[in-house]
Nanobody
Framework: EVQLVESGGGLVQPGGSLRLSCAAS????????MRWIRQAPGKGLEWVST?????????HYADSVKGRFTISRDNAKNTLYLQMNSLKTEDTAVYYC?????RGQGTQVTVSS
């Protein structure tokens, strides 16, 4: 059974930073394409970033976060990360990690002064 557990969300002022974590079990984050997606209040799901696995090892970002967010993983900890810098109010959302067709419970990120 795949389990993905996100953490690291919170309240931050515009311009601030947060690092989200996604601890995985039942799959190896290095072997599968792993993604961060988000859902802002009253809106649909939005893809944020992908880290390719299985030897591909590339990354891809939505234009809205490119240059501000960095996706990474720690294979030893089997954990996916999303470093978020220069946060904007429009980044407010519940952030989820996904992999192998599964999704975690999400972590709330609120950017507000």
């Amino acid at each position: 059974e795949v389990q993905l557990v996100e953490s690291g969300g919170g309240l931050v002022q515009p311009g601030g930073s947060l690092r989200l974590s996604c601890a995985a079990s039942g799959l190896m984050v290095s072997k599968y394409d792993m993604r961060w997606i988000r859902q802002a209040p009253g809106k649909g799901l939005e893809w944020v970033s992908t880290m390719y696995g299985g030897g591909a090892d590339g990354t891809h970002y939505a234009d809205s976060v490119k240059g501000r967010f960095t996706i990474s993983r720690d294979n030893a900890k089997n954990t996916l990360y999303l470093q978020m810098n220069s946060l904007k109010t429009e980044d407010t959302a519940v952030y989820y990690c996904t992999g192998m067709g599964s999704r975690g419970q999400g972590t709330q990120v609120t950017v507000s002064s």
